[in-house]
Antibody, heavy 116, light 111 residues
């Protein structure tokens, strides 16, 4: 069974930082491209970052460029999202998801709340 | 970059069929899209991918009631024999070299 389990969400102050993690099991992580997608409560899905299977290249939506960094650790079957300079509008549920030309998989999400 | 357009809502009776549309922007009509289902309070779930000719790579455990088709820039998701558990938001997704985009989602209500 494929599982993607996110962690690291929580409450952060504006200007603060959080690091999200996503542990992947049940698939050959080193061969999968990965992405982070977020969803503001009651709203739609927004792609925010992508990383290739090898770790490079990576891409970001304009609103997080220069503030967020995606990375992966094949040895730990893990995907990360370092979020700095957080803003109120970054408040959302963050999902990790795989990307391939076969089946995609989603995690259950982790809630990030940015508030003073 | 591509843009995906979806109707905001659709409804149909229990046991009937509903056909959802996702329209690709001009210049992107041959792009592959993915359909995802999101039930209330749950994470999204991958359903299938389709291009301008064929549906492929249906997700594990996705019922045969879910099918995909295409016509030009339009990508369709048809749900047959609609069940109460099909009440959900349905999103299409596509990607370019360095960008991924989602449609606004269609909320399906089972009457």
């Amino acid at each position: 069974e494929v599982q993607l389990v996110e962690s690291g969400g929580g409450l952060a102050q504006p200007g603060g930082s959080l690091r999200l993690s996503c542990v992947i099991s049940g698939l050959s992580f080193r061969t999968y491209e990965m992405k982070w997608v977020r969803q503001t409560p009651g709203k739609g899905l927004e792609w925010i970052s992508y990383i290739s299977a090898t770790g490079s290249p990576s891409y970001y939506v304009d609103s997080v460029k220069g503030r967020f960094t995606i990375s992966r650790d094949t040895a730990k079957n893990s995907l990360y999202l370092q979020m700095n300079s957080l803003r109120d509008e970054d408040t959302a549920i963050y999902y990790c998801a795989s990307h391939s030309m076969v089946e995609d998989y989603w995690g259950q999400g982790t809630l990030v709340t940015v508030s003073s | 970059q591509p843009v995906l357009t979806q109707s905001s809502s659709a409804s149909a009776s229990l046991g009937s069929s509903v056909k959802l549309t996702c329209t690709l922007s001009s210049g992107h009509k041959n792009y592959v899209i993915a359909w995802h289902q999101q039930r209330p309070g749950m994470a999204p779930r991958y359903l299938m991918k389709l291009d301008d000719t064929v549906t492929y790579n249906k997700g594990s455990g996705v019922p045969d009631r879910f099918s995909g088709s295409s016509s030009g820039a339009d990508r369709y998701l048809t749900i047959s024999n609609l069940q109460s558990e099909d009440e959900a938001d349905y999103y299409c997704e596509t990607w370019d070299i360095d960008t991924w985009v989602f449609g606004g989602g269609t909320k399906v209500t089972v009457l």
